[in-house]
């Protein structure tokens, strides 16, 4: 039972380059998210998405775009990587239902110098 | 806007001492509340949750939270601290209209002393 899978788990870009981070769940949530966590600043949402072929923009959706093509996959996609975008990079899943966690995956350490 | 304040950035406690990790949050509905805690390195587990019902909850690893409305706070609380505690714990609040989606409090660092 994998969970949620996040890759890759490391990468170092310059800026200026551009990259997606590609994260899978394998139970059938119908919930996906991707947050950024930065010192100091807990977790904050990027996007995130209720259903396949949907998406909708979080707190700091700025320099960041996403892509929900199948229920199973959340890409986060970066056009031209800067280095404010240096941060640990988590993908969560959850149900509809309400009383329900969110599951998070290992997190992606992105530098981008 | 919805918000959540953990207003102590680091703890530390001797083993075997109690613990109260505070929480409190801004949101004008019923509030749908989780304590997670994350291990360097490592992703967010949840310790525990609140939906309704009973206002104090048991979680995992022996941690219990308690919500007062009037507070607007959701402490989490452990009798006797182990080592192995040492983490960040995040206090979140699930906003239902928003597709679940959690706003997190900054964190709090606990640190064990022997």
């Known amino acids: 039972n994998a969970g949620v899978t996040q890759t890759p788990k490391f990468r170092v870009l310059k800026t200026g380059q551009s990259m997606t981070l590609l994260c899978a769940q394998d139970?059938?949530?119908?919930?996906m998210y991707w947050y950024r966590q930065d010192p100091g600043m807990g977790l904050r949402l990027i996007h995130y998405?209720?259903?396949?072929?949907?998406?909708a923009k979080g707190e700091v959706p700025d320099g960041y775009n996403v892509s929900r093509l199948k229920k199973q996959n959340f890409l986060l996609g970066l056009e031209s990587a800067a280095p404010s975008q240096t941060s640990v990079y988590f993908c969560a899943s959850s149900y509809v239902s309400p009383n329900t966690e969110a599951f998070f995956g290992q997190g992606t350490r992105l530098t981008v110098v | 806007a919805q918000s959540v304040t953990q207003p102590d950035i680091h703890i530390t406690v001797s083993e075997g001492a109690s613990l109260e990790l505070r929480c409190n949050y801004s949101?004008?509905?019923?509030?749908?509340l989780f304590w997670y805690v994350q291990s360097p390195g490592q992703g967010l587990q949840l310790l525990l949750k609140y939906f309704s019902g009973d206002t104090l909850v048991q979680g995992i690893k022996g941690f219990e939270a308690e919500f007062k409305r009037s507070q607007s706070s959701f402490n989490l609380r452990k009798p006797s601290v182990h080592w192995s505690d040492a983490a960040e714990y995040f206090c979140a609040v699930g906003l239902l209209e928003y597709g679940n989606k959690l706003v997190f409090g900054a964190g709090t660092i606990l640190r064990v002393k022997s």
């Open positions: 998405s209720v259903g396949e072929g949907t998406t």
């Open positions: 949101y004008g509905a019923t509030p749908y």
């Open positions: 139970m059938n949530h119908e919930y």
